[in-house]
């Protein structure tokens, strides 16, 4: 007599299927760092304030204007009242939309890939700058009819490394938080992301790759792809 060994086949895993994109935009589709950190340091200055640049990836990128400031008040026992820091932020606004408006600010291959992506899926952005710096940048590429909504600096409760911007950009899209992809270059945004519960692409354009700690890590704009990000999934 011959017995038949039936053998089950493991379930095939879970699939997560992606619904909608979300950028950040300051060192993902903008290079616009080195801009923010230039007037810091013109508004600081004065002050007595000095900040390099390593200390501004280490300590203060990834932050709104606000939490830069106030971070600064802490770090270098500056006695500054709630109504200077408001005023302080009022002209770093002003005097960087004055840098950004005469020179073209974004990457090289992030109209590329914007329209590459966008016939894919809806798009949003998720960032700490301010939404009139945001806008005029995107006007500037031809890019602002390309995404659905901005979630900008002051837009939630608490900015990155909190998860607010990223919930409240998932909520605007409709769709649960882990049915969206994330591109980040930073720690904090890439924190602020995985505390949201959303998939992540960390962008090496700010920090080494090796430091990042996303789902995939690429080296330009130029490799995120349809393909890449249904991979993500």
């Known amino acids: 007599m011959f017995f038949l060994a039936f053998v089950a ?5 879970a699939v997560t299927v992606i619904k909608a994109i979300v950028f950040d935009f300051d060192g993902v589709l903008a290079d616009s760092e ?3 950190l230039q007037v810091y340091r013109d508004l600081l200055g004065p002050s007595g304030v000095t900040i390099t640049t390593e200390q501004y990836y280490e300590r203060y990128l990834g932050s709104d204007d606000e939490g830069v400031f106030k971070q600064v008040v802490i770090d270098h026992g500056l006695l500054l ?3 200077e820091i408001e005023l302080l932020i009022a002209e770093k606004a002003r005097r960087f939309e004055a840098l950004v408006s005469t020179t073209n600010v974004m990457y090289t291959g992030a109209s590329a890939c914007v329209r590459a992506l966008a016939p894919e899926w809806p798009l949003g952005i998720a960032s700490g700058a301010r939404r009139s710096e945001i806008e005029l940048m995107l006007r500037g590429a ?4 390309a995404f659905n909504f901005i979630v900008a600096a002051g837009d939630t409760d608490n900015g990155k490394p909190a998860p607010d911007p990223y919930l409240r950009a998932a909520e605007l899209h409709g769709v649960p938080p882990g049915e969206c992809v994330a591109i980040e270059d930073s ?3 890439l924190d602020s992301a995985r505390a949201a519960g959303m998939r992540t692409i960390g962008l090496a354009t700010t920090y080494p790759r090796d430091t990042l700690t996303a789902d995939v890590v690429v080296d330009s704009l130029d490799e995120i792809t349809p393909a890449l990000v ?3 999934g």
């Open 81 to 83: 009242a709630d109504e």
């Open 34 to 36: 080195m801009l923010h």
């Open 187 to 189: 720690h904090a945004g």
């Open 230 to 232: 249904r991979r993500v």
């Open 9 to 13: 086949e493991p379930e095939p895993s």
């Open 142 to 145: 031809g890019l602002a009819d």
